[in-house]
């Protein structure tokens, strides 16, 4: 089943290469902490092409309402139970959870308000046919290397593919995506090492009164060796 997302805010694109999310990758918007999406050739069964896009509380509920009609109804999932591998609020441990709520499948961030993330994985497995096209507000696709920029507006088909494994549930696979509104390339600025909170009293370590003993002094001389070389 297609899926027409219309007049969309996306953020997080990464469309241009397959990407891979690398545990031991440095990560450039907070250095004390390490993983980061690092890009991989096409022919990578690694990579995905990642995007996702702000939508209201109707779209969500709409799109919501078409996977849940999808899953019901395809022959790999009907009669099964959608979940969820999330994490418990109250133990801590992710768990399959049922899927009953918003919540259980699309994400909200205090920066964007009202407004729910629907994210789109497309899985490479060493295809390269699997990019999304992507078109400017004629019509005109963009090349290969284009990358689309974050808080660009568009409308979005979205394959909505329900799967079963050990779990079941619904995938969203970006087909194609028409740029409305391409936003202005923002420059990258590096995340800043964070302050000590008690910067305003820590400095130099005190002084004791005992640094001469407690600091080691140059070693003995090294005196030339009386043996004959061997």
Not at 95 to 119: C, M, N, S
Not at 126 to 133: C, E, L, V
Not at 181 to 187: M, Q
Request: charged letters at 30%.
């Amino acid at each position: 089943m297609i899926y027409r997302l219309s007049n969309v805010e996306i953020i997080w694109p990464k469309l241009d290469v397959p990407y891979w999310y690398d545990k031991t990758a440095p990560n450039p918007f907070d250095p004390s902490k390490t993983g980061f999406d690092v890009r991989v050739e096409k022919t990578d069964k690694r990579g995905e092409y990642k995007c996702a896009f702000l939508v209201t509380q109707e779209q969500a509920q709409d799109l919501a309402k078409k996977m849940h009609e999808a899953f019901t109804t395809h022959p790999k999932t009907k009669g099964k139970t959608w979940t969820r591998n999330l994490t418990n609020p109250e133990t801590g441990y992710k768990a399959e959870t049922p899927v009953t709520e918003l919540k259980h499948i699309f994400q909200k961030l205090e920066e964007y308000g009202d407004r729910w993330i629907v994210k789109t994985n497309n899985n490479c497995f060493g295809d390269p046919k699997t990019k999304p096209r992507q078109y400017d507000a004629t019509g005109k696709e963009y090349p290969d290397d284009f990358q689309l920029t974050k808080h660009s507006k568009g409308h979005a088909n979205i394959k909505i593919d329900p799967w079963s494994a050990a779990a079941s549930g619904v995938s969203l696979r970006l087909e194609e995506i028409l740029i409305s509104e391409l936003a202005e390339r923002r420059e990258f600025q590096p995340a800043k090492p964070k302050e000590h909170p008690f910067k305003d009293l820590v400095g130099d370590a005190p002084k004791t009164g005992f640094e001469d003993i407690l600091t080691p002094g140059p070693g003995p001389a090294t005196q030339p060796s009386l043996m004959p070389d061997a």
